[in-house]
């Protein structure tokens, strides 16, 4: 993050992005629910394969994101979630965008929006991206426990989720706050 600081003109104020993607589809998780004692409440589970990928990004510090529902992941579906993610960052600020090494966050085909820098987490470091922790919370209060009727539904239903949770600035700030990540 230092040698970042030193490529941009003094006194820029920098932002902390985290991103990640999560596939939600009609496979989806059983949750854990609170029952009777001695009980065992049903849930749906579908077997059919439609699925979409939410693409979203938070900036904790300020309690925001940026998102995108998606029918796949790939290159362009990442140039489109760069592109959304430019229009969030404060106007003068630049923001270090943390991502995992999936191939499409380092392919040379990107076109880096000019106020974002990629920053790529270590090889299979999961736990260090609190987006992860967006999705968990996601699935366990607004995600699990469906049946999607169609890739329209699914659509639908994460984007609602995806709004409740930027309604929801110190949900974003709790859940994605590392202290770690800002003694720079």
């Not at 609170?34 to 900036?59: E, L, N, V």
Request: aromatic share 10%.
């Amino acid at each position: 993050m230092a040698a970042i600081r030193q490529t941009l003109p003094a006194n820029t104020p920098i932002e902390i992005w985290w991103q990640d993607e999560a596939r939600v589809g009609q496979k989806n998780k059983i949750t854990r629910r609170w029952a009777k004692r001695g009980t065992r409440p049903r849930a749906a589970k579908d077997q059919r394969t439609k699925s979409g990928y939410i693409f979203g990004a938070i900036c904790p510090q300020r309690g925001v994101g940026a998102a995108l529902v998606l029918p796949r992941c790939n290159t362009q579906a990442m140039q489109w979630h760069l592109d959304e993610i430019s229009t969030q960052v404060m106007p003068g600020s630049h923001a270090i965008l943390i991502v995992d090494q999936a191939g499409w966050h380092t392919t040379a085909k990107l076109v880096i929006p000019f106020n974002i820098t990629l920053l790529p987490l270590p090889p299979r470091s999961p736990e260090l991206n609190p987006v992860e922790n967006i999705w968990q919370f996601m699935r366990e209060n607004w995600l699990s426990n469906r049946v999607f009727k169609s890739y329209d539904e699914i659509v639908a239903i994460c984007s609602e989720a995806w709004n409740k949770l930027i309604d929801q600035p110190w949900r974003i700030m709790s859940i994605g706050l590392r202290k770690w990540a800002h003694g720079f």
